[in-house]
């Protein structure tokens, strides 16, 4: 940690101290500000100083930081104060017993960030956002390197980061926040769209000293054509990939595709599109979305059903949702694919039923399949 504090309780931060500072500070009683036990003051050559536990420590925030996670804490400290804004590093609150990373103040509202470098559990994760909220503070999770290489064009989406994707109403648009304190580089990750444990997102990079508060909440415009050769290339894979490892719930869909003389390559082209909230599950959209286009092709043309009729064959799908530390999107991800199959032409919403008005296309050949995807991306991007 970067603060103690003294035997007068008065804070000590030793990272931008020089050599007779730090040795001074040594003589010092040095105690945790979270549970009062005495801490270490640490510094050497190639480490930023920095205070830490005694390994016999009985202490919740006991845990070791590494330098990367202490350089992108002081990182954003110093971003913050050169915004102009009032801000407090590792600003230890004894009503929730909890030591905010960095507490900032903007148009006189709080707001705390986290910044993630390391595994966290769910629950902690979510205690630690409803603790802030709790207190009127506005909570922002940034994570690290170990979360998201600034270097590479995909999002491993795992468990924590799709429960931290927050959503803009006003703009319509989800967001995650990255920085690297190696490269200096500031990443806003905007509309992630997830497959399994992957996502692409529309990123935005910037160096942190470029960067303005403003720009973490600023709408982007969506880049058409990435987003279609990036959803293209995911329709092939999906189409044509040989299967070697595949899980439970792959074998039993392949198995359903099979007893109706269907292979992955001869589905229908608006069967694994992206859809608003897919992230907040783990299972595949392209296994849900085959259930309802497969249900709705057994009608036929001007027949109709109801929402009820899809959420009961789909609702085995959706039983376990991925918790969010924020309020998400509104629409539950079945129900913005009818949304899209209506905005195709498939279907047309006619209260309180759907109305079936054209048959799905099966392509015979996988050539056939692949112009058929792309007919439909640039039909659906144009929407």
């Known amino acids: 940690m970067l603060s103690a504090v003294d035997a007068n309780g008065h804070e000590i931060l030793a990272y931008n101290c020089s050599e007779d500072q730090l040795r001074h500070i040594r003589r010092k009683s040095l105690f945790c500000p979270a549970c009062r036990e005495k801490v270490i003051l640490k510094a050497g050559p190639i480490m930023i100083p920095h205070f830490a536990h005694h390994k016999d420590a009985d202490c919740s925030h006991h845990t070791g930081e590494g330098e990367d996670h202490l350089q992108g804490k002081l990182d954003l400290y110093h971003w913050a ?3 102009g804004f009032q801000a407090k590093l590792e600003h230890y609150m004894p009503s929730i017993q909890q030591r905010i990373d960095l507490l900032l103040k903007v148009n006189n509202r709080w707001f705390g960030i986290e910044y993630q470098n390391a595994p966290i559990t769910i629950s902690d994760h979510l205690n630690r956002t409803h603790g802030m909220a709790s207190r009127g503070i506005f909570p922002m999770w940034i994570y690290g390197k170990n979360y998201y290489n600034p270097s590479t064009k995909y999002i491993r989406l795992n468990t924590t980061l799709k429960s931290s994707v927050m959503y803009f109403p006003k703009s319509d648009q989800s967001k995650l926040w990255f920085y690297d304190p190696s490269s200096k580089l500031f990443t806003t990750a905007s509309n992630p769209i997830a497959n399994k444990s992957k996502a692409f997102s529309h990123l935005r990079k910037k160096t942190i000293d470029k960067l303005t508060w403003q720009e973490l909440f600023r709408p982007f415009n969506v880049s058409i054509p990435k987003l279609k050769k990036v959803w293209l290339n995911e329709k092939r894979r999906f189409r044509s990939q040989s299967r070697p490892y595949v899980t439970d719930l792959e074998k039993a ?11 992955p390559q001869s589905l229908p082209s ?10 907040r ?22 027949n109709s059903f109801h929402w009820a009729d899809i959420y009961q064959k789909t609702k085995a799908h959706f039983l376990s949702p991925i918790l969010s530390i924020y309020p998400g999107h509104p629409s539950h991800p079945a129900l913005s694919y009818l949304n899209v199959l209506e905005q195709l032409g498939y ?17 015979k050949t996988l050539d ?16």
């Open 347 to 363: 279907i047309r919403r006619d209260e309180p039923y759907y109305i079936k008005l054209r048959d799905f296309y099966f392509p």
């Open 368 to 383: 056939e399949a692949n112009q058929s995807d792309e007919i439909l991306l640039q039909k659906l991007l144009r929407f």
């Open 270 to 279: 608006c069967v694994h599109l992206p859809v608003n909230n897919a992230h």
């Open 253 to 263: 869909y392949l198995k359903n595709l099979y007893l109706r003389y269907l292979h």
């Open 281 to 302: 599950y783990n299972l595949p959209n392209y296994i849900w979305q085959t259930t309802i286009v497969l249900l709705i092709a057994d009608l036929r043309i001007g």
């Open 81 to 83: 104060l050169q915004q």
